[in-house]
C-alpha cells in the first residue's frame, strides 16, 4: 500500500480504572507528537484514577483537563456509554486500538465479548476485524482468572503488553520507567521512538 503525504495514522486510545494513568498520558503524548488522530475513550472508573493519581480535575469535561495539559492535536473524545459512537462500527478504520492501563475487569469483558460499553464494543470492533489490540495490563498478582482471560486474548491474536518496567537501562527517575513502557506500547504499534536505550549485549562477529 502506498501512503500519500496527506495520510494521517488514526488510533483508539481507551482508559480503564486501573492504576497507572501516567503510561496513557505518556502515550498520548508521544502519539500527539507524531500528528496521529487519537479517539479517546475512558471509563467513569478511569475519571477516578486520573483524579486520584494525576491531581486533574475531571469533574467536568475530560476534553477541558486533558487540553491543560497535553500538547495540542487531533484528540476526538467518546462518552463510554455511547454505543453509537464511531468506533463501536466495523466501518471505521483505525490503525490499532490501546487500552492503557487496562483493568482485569475490562480484560473479561473483552475476552468474553460482552460489549456492555463503548470500550468494550470498540475492542470487539477490533477482534472481529482483525485488527491490533494491545492491552496494557495494571495487576499483581494475577489468579488462575486472570491469566485464563489473558491467554484466550493472546491466542486471538492480542498483544499483552504488561506494566513491567525492565531495569538493563538503568532507570534514574519514575519517567525513565515510564518512557521503557510506553516505548515497548509503540514497537507492538509499530511506530518508530527514542524514548529508550536498547538492550546492546555484546555479539562475536
Not at 484514577?49 to 476526538?76: K, N, R, T
Request: with cysteine.
Amino acid at each position: 500500500m502506498i501512503l500519500g503525504e496527506d495520510f494521517v495514522p488514526k488510533y483508539i486510545v481507551a482508559l480503564t480504572g486501573a492504576s497507572g494513568m501516567i503510561y496513557a498520558i505518556r502515550l498520548l503524548e508521544e502519539l500527539l507528537k507524531k500528528d496521529a488522530e487519537i479517539h479517546l475513550i475512558a471509563s467513569d472508573a478511569a475519571r477516578i484514577v486520573i483524579e486520584q493519581e494525576l491531581a486533574w480535575d475531571c469533574q467536568g469535561s475530560l476534553a477541558a483537563a486533558m487540553q491543560q495539559y497535553l500538547p495540542p492535536g487531533m484528540i476526538y473524545y467518546y462518552d463510554n456509554t455511547d454505543i453509537a459512537a464511531p468506533p463501536a462500527s466495523g466501518s471505521f478504520i483505525c490503525d490499532s486500538m490501546v487500552v492503557i492501563p487496562c483493568t482485569m475487569a475490562s480484560i473479561s469483558a473483552i475476552a468474553q465479548g460482552s460489549s456492555r460499553s463503548l470500550l468494550e464494543r470498540a475492542a470487539d470492533v477490533m477482534l472481529k476485524e482483525r485488527r491490533p489490540l494491545l492491552l496494557v495490563p495494571r495487576e499483581t498478582p494475577l489468579n488462575s482468572i486472570h491469566l485464563r482471560n489473558m491467554l484466550t486474548l493472546s491466542e486471538m491474536g492480542v498483544s499483552i503488553i504488561p506494566a513491567m518496567p525492565a531495569f538493563y537501562h538503568q532507570p534514574q527517575t519514575i519517567e525513565d520507567m515510564v518512557s521503557f513502557m510506553v516505548g515497548k506500547v509503540l514497537d507492538a504499534m509499530h511506530i518508530p521512538h527514542d524514548l529508550f536505550q536498547r538492550y546492546g549485549g555484546k555479539a562475536e562477529r
